[in-house]
């Protein structure tokens, strides 16, 4: 509750001006009754015409007055929750952006997303709910029932008596509620989790016609949201009718009470119902309110916990920004995922010198990816430490560190827009003859000048209208076009035919000077062309050299060479 009420303050001055209008349209209401009482009671009971016309005329206009309040209080109602929703997600999405890998991990981007959307929609509903009615609801019980012990004093212990009974109920509706809310928006956690996989690998899904077993996962989720929200809902089935139930009561015991004492003045009796009935429409509006209070408080809890969050990843007091040419040391480099009983790499004692492309090969599974991602420190090695032209990156300024890297990742992600905006994420100021070279480069200047409107050409989410190995190239040219000192492929080139593949590594190489080039890759025929290369297994170092030395040391090496070119030979032979 202290996050909500943190940025109701920001918008402290129209909160309490719509307050202000909130109470005046409470006033309002609560005078109608009265008036009423004074018309049956004196104008009709004296048949005085004048009388009549006269609380009528006041009751109109104070009628008017209360719709006039109404509606300014509710323009300043949606004005603040919906900026203050608008504040909560800039604000979420902003502290994400900043969170190191290993935070999203743990986070996980389906939670994320349920809190940046449906979160955030619950406090919002919570806050328009405190303008138009939490604050009136009191204001109209309170009132009402001081009107009612002014005009009838001897219903004052009924009008303890409901009230005590109808505050036990809501705080018990609000102590049940408040577990039940929050696995709710864990289960609507859930659910959102299903859904993105299904559609981020819809096509694999339907290649192996597997529609049924995620429609069966969609389904057991969605049962688990809607048994949690039947299970929050009942304490409102429950709550309700009782509260609903004892102000009824109340209005029989009035009645009663007023039968044979104060029977005469119809007018005050009637303007003690309709009272009571204001109390019982206040109560269940704030038993409703406090019901949206129990879901706001649990959604605030986990906005606050993407808020709070820091990232993993500790920045230096003093950060460097050096000249970075290329030269890397992993010095006893061992790395574990948070959660992860078993270390990813272990041990990796390796000297890259600037200016060397260095091919990294292994089974799946090895570690080459995570390699390769920790040289832009995505996460932070667990024991050692790797040194960027002598520097320790834990202290190289992150963006600077990054800048001088071009990352082009196993997965080709492109970005709704035109090509000519998704290839200068690489460099914003980036000219027109620089990105096309760099198209030129990734072999991809052709199918982009054949795609209708050329660097025009608007493109889907993800790239969905272009094929695998025509994002891939496109990633490969936004690489590029940062013109990095450290180049990372991380297995950017699978979808490639050999041809177009053999096109691609002889522009990188033509092109990329004193580059430094890391070149993750499953296939032996594109490593081995490399200053020196890698061979990893299971997280460890199994040989380091050129092609050469490691056919002649390397078994590993020896066997993915057998596995994949020995056999081609050998066809060739035959």
């Given at each position: 509750?202290?996050?909500?009420?943190?940025?109701?303050?920001?918008?402290?001055?129209?909160?309490?001006?719509?307050?202000?209008?909130?109470?005046?349209?409470?006033?309002?209401?609560?005078?109608?009754?009265?008036?009423?009482?004074?018309?049956?009671?004196?104008?009709?009971?004296?048949?005085?015409?004048?009388?009549?016309?006269?609380?009528?005329?006041?009751?109109?206009?104070?009628?008017?007055?209360?719709?006039?309040?109404?509606?300014?209080?509710?323009?300043?109602?949606?004005?603040?929750?919906?900026?203050?929703?608008?504040?909560?997600?800039?604000?979420?999405?902003?502290?994400?952006?900043?969170?190191?890998?290993?935070?999203?991990?743990?986070?996980?981007?389906?939670?994320?997303?349920?809190?940046?959307?449906?979160?955030?929609?619950?406090?919002?509903?919570?806050?328009?709910?405190?303008?138009?009615?939490?604050?009136?609801?009191?204001?109209?019980?309170?009132?009402?029932?001081?009107?009612?012990?002014?005009?009838?004093?001897?219903?004052?212990?009924?009008?303890?008596?409901?009230?005590?009974?109808?505050?036990?109920?809501?705080?018990?509706?609000?102590?049940?509620?408040?577990?039940?809310?929050?696995?709710?928006?864990?289960?609507?956690?859930?659910?959102?989790?299903?859904?993105?996989?299904?559609?981020?690998?819809?096509?694999?899904?339907?290649?192996?016609?597997?529609?049924?077993?995620?429609?069966?996962?969609?389904?057991?989720?969605?049962?688990?949201?809607?048994?949690?929200?039947?299970?929050?809902?009942?304490?409102?089935?429950?709550?309700?009718?009782?509260?609903?139930?004892?102000?009824?009561?109340?209005?029989?015991?009035?009645?009663?009470?007023?039968?044979?004492?104060?029977?005469?003045?119809?007018?005050?009796?009637?303007?003690?119902?309709?009272?009571?009935?204001?109390?019982?429409?206040?109560?269940?509006?704030?038993a409703n309110t406090l019901n949206t209070a129990v879901r706001a408080v649990a959604s605030a809890e986990r906005i606050k916990e993407v808020l709070d969050e820091r990232p993993a990843q500790e920045l230096p007091e003093r950060p460097l920004r050096p000249r970075i040419v290329g030269?890397?040391?992993?010095?006893?480099?061992?790395?574990?995922?948070?959660?992860?009983?078993?270390?990813?790499?272990?041990?990796?004692?390796?000297?890259?010198?600037?200016?060397?492309?260095?091919?990294?090969?292994?089974?799946?599974?090895?570690?080459?990816?995570?390699?390769?991602?920790?040289?832009?420190?995505?996460?932070?090695?667990?024991?050692?430490?790797?040194?960027?032209?002598?520097?320790?990156?834990?202290?190289?300024?992150?963006?600077?560190?990054?800048?001088?890297?071009?990352?082009?990742?196993?997965?080709?992600?492109?970005?709704?827009?035109?090509?000519?905006?998704?290839?200068?994420?690489?460099?914003?100021?980036?000219?027109?003859?620089?990105?096309?070279?760099?198209?030129?480069?990734?072999?991809?200047?052709?199918?982009?000048?054949?795609?209708?409107?050329?660097?025009?050409t608007l493109l889907g989410q993800g790239g969905v209208n272009l094929s695998g190995g025509q994002k891939q190239r496109l990633s490969i040219a936004r690489a590029l076009v940062r013109s990095p000192q450290i180049l990372i492929l991380d297995d950017c080139t699978s979808a490639l035919?050999?041809?177009?593949?053999?096109?691609?590594?002889?522009?990188?190489?033509?092109?990329?000077?004193?580059?430094?080039?890391?070149?993750?890759?499953?296939?032996?025929?594109?490593?081995?062309?490399?200053?020196?290369?890698?061979?990893?297994?299971?997280?460890?170092?199994?040989?380091?050299?050129?092609?050469?030395?490691?056919?002649?040391?390397?078994?590993?090496?020896?066997?993915?060479?057998?596995?994949?070119?020995?056999?081609?030979?050998?066809?060739?032979?035959?």
């Amino acid at each position: 509750m202290k996050l909500i009420f943190a940025y109701i303050r920001k918008h402290l001055g129209i909160f309490l001006l719509s307050t202000l209008f909130l109470t005046m349209e409470a006033m309002a209401d609560l005078l109608q009754p009265a008036l009423m009482s004074g018309i049956v009671d004196k104008g009709i009971k004296n048949a005085s015409v004048r009388q009549i016309c006269g609380y009528g005329a006041v009751m109109l206009g104070i009628a008017l007055t209360g719709a006039v309040c109404a509606v300014v209080r509710n323009r300043f109602a949606s004005k603040v929750s919906q900026t203050i929703g608008k504040e909560l997600r800039r604000d979420m999405y902003h502290n994400v952006s900043l969170l190191s890998m290993e935070n999203i991990d743990r986070l996980r981007p389906a939670s994320i997303i349920t809190r940046i959307t449906n979160d955030v929609a619950q406090v919002q509903e919570f806050i328009n709910g405190i303008m138009r009615i939490m604050v009136k609801a009191p204001i109209t019980c309170i009132g009402a029932v001081a009107l009612i012990m002014v005009q009838t004093p001897r219903q004052a212990p009924v009008m303890a008596a409901v009230l005590l009974v109808v505050s036990g109920l809501v705080l018990a509706n609000m102590g049940i509620g408040y577990p039940r809310f929050g696995t709710v928006q864990r289960r609507i956690d859930g659910l959102n989790g299903v859904a993105r996989e299904f559609l981020s690998s819809v096509r694999v899904v339907k290649a192996f016609r597997a529609e049924e077993e995620e429609t069966e996962k969609f389904a057991e989720a969605s049962l688990a949201l809607a048994r949690a929200n039947t299970a929050a809902l009942r304490t409102m089935a429950v709550f309700s009718p009782l509260i609903n139930l004892t102000v009824n009561f109340g209005i029989v015991l009035l009645l009663w009470i007023s039968g044979d004492g104060e029977g005469r003045e119809i007018g005050r009796l009637m303007a003690s119902v309709n009272y009571m009935t204001q109390v019982l429409f206040a109560v269940t509006m704030i038993a409703n309110t406090l019901n949206t209070a129990v879901r706001a408080v649990a959604s605030a809890e986990r906005i606050k916990e993407v808020l709070d969050e820091r990232p993993a990843q500790e920045l230096p007091e003093r950060p460097l920004r050096p000249r970075i040419v290329g030269d890397i040391r992993f010095e006893q480099v061992s790395f574990a995922y948070g959660g992860a009983g078993k270390e990813a790499l272990h041990d990796m004692d390796i000297h890259i010198r600037s200016g060397e492309t260095i091919g990294i090969i292994g089974a799946t599974g090895s570690g080459k990816s995570t390699l390769v991602n920790l040289v832009p420190r995505f996460y932070d090695v667990t024991a050692g430490r790797i040194l960027i032209d002598g520097c320790d990156v834990t202290q190289i300024d992150p963006a600077h560190l990054r800048a001088a890297i071009g990352v082009v990742p196993q997965k080709a992600l492109l970005f709704t827009g035109t090509i000519r905006e998704n290839l200068r994420w690489g460099r914003e100021d980036a000219g027109e003859e620089e990105l096309q070279a760099a198209a030129r480069t990734a072999c991809a200047e052709e199918f982009i000048k054949g795609s209708g409107q050329g660097y025009d050409t608007l493109l889907g989410q993800g790239g969905v209208n272009l094929s695998g190995g025509q994002k891939q190239r496109l990633s490969i040219a936004r690489a590029l076009v940062r013109s990095p000192q450290i180049l990372i492929l991380d297995d950017c080139t699978s979808a490639l035919d050999a041809q177009t593949e053999a096109q691609v590594l002889s522009g990188l190489r033509s092109a990329v000077g004193r580059m430094t080039v890391l070149l993750v890759s499953q296939r032996i025929s594109t490593v081995m062309g490399a200053d020196r290369i890698l061979c990893m297994d299971n997280g460890h170092m199994e040989g380091y050299g050129t092609h050469e030395e490691l056919m002649a040391s390397c078994r590993s090496y020896q066997e993915i060479y057998r596995s994949q070119i020995g056999r081609e030979e050998e066809a060739c032979d035959g």
